[in-house]
Nanobody
């Protein structure tokens, strides 16, 4: 079982920046990647970005490419999401999740989520 805990929630103005962190503990080896997902009010949860634990390869959704950067610290079992040039449409609850790299789908372990609000 993987336990995940997100931090970094905040309210920022459009154009601002925020960094989210996700600390993983437990059987992280069962997942070859970690991903960030988000869910806006009234919308389905969507993929944001993922990073492969061992290679460090990353993949991001088109909507955030060039603005969001995912990174990891293997020694700390922590994954980060640096969000720049934030837009009001980025407002959502952000979740980290153990992710299968081949499919970019979550494998079942989710954090509790952290709220990001971007004001116009």
């Amino acid at each position: 079982q993987v336990q995940l805990g997100e931090s970094g929630r905040g309210l920022v103005q459009a154009g601002g920046s925020l960094r989210l962190s996700c600390a993983a503990s437990g059987r992280t080896f069962r997942s070859n990647a970690m991903g960030w997902f988000r869910q806006a009010p009234g919308k389905e949860r969507e993929f944001v970005a993922a990073i492969h634990w061992s290679s460090g390869s990353t993949y991001s959704a088109d909507s955030v490419k060039g603005r969001f950067t995912i990174s990891r610290d293997n020694a700390k079992n922590t994954v980060y999401l640096q969000m720049n040039s934030l837009k009001p449409e980025d407002t959502a609850v952000y979740y980290c999740a153990a992710t299968e790299w081949a499919t970019m789908r979550p494998t079942g372990s989710w954090g509790q989520g952290t709220q990001v609000t971007v004001s116009s």
